[in-house]
């Protein structure tokens, strides 16, 4: 079974870098704490699932891609099993969330 905490702070992270920001200035854009994106992290806390859905909105990604593993993001090409399972999930995602 994955470790979905392990892939949510890698994928966060790695999005939030790509971002170019801050825990501090992810935190400010969530509306909570420096603490709370810091601890959230270092796999101290874990985010409510409305932070899911802040934290995916401020980094422009779709909350299912913050919880995929490394193989399913992004150098995948699109004939691959793989992609189309993502995209897949993606696509109900987005009707699960009214996007």
């Known amino acids: 079974m994955a470790n979905y905490q392990q892939e949510f702070i890698s ?3 790695k999005y939030r870098k790509e971002k170019k920001l801050t825990q501090a200035r992810l935190s400010e854009l969530c509306d909570v704490t420096t ?3 810091g601890n959230i ?6 985010p409510s699932f409305d932070l899911i ?3 995916a909105t401020v980094l422009g990604v779709h909350p299912a891609l913050l ?3 490394n193989s399913l993001q992004s150098d995948v090409p699109k004939t691959t099993e793989q992609y189309e399972l993502l995209l897949e999930m993606y696509n109900k995602l987005q009707g699960y969330f009214g996007k």
């Open 67 to 69: 919880f995929s593993s």
């Open 35 to 37: 603490s709370t994106i």
């Open 11 to 13: 994928n966060l992270k």
């Open 53 to 55: 859905l802040d934290i």
């Open 41 to 46: 992290e270092c796999g101290i806390a874990k």
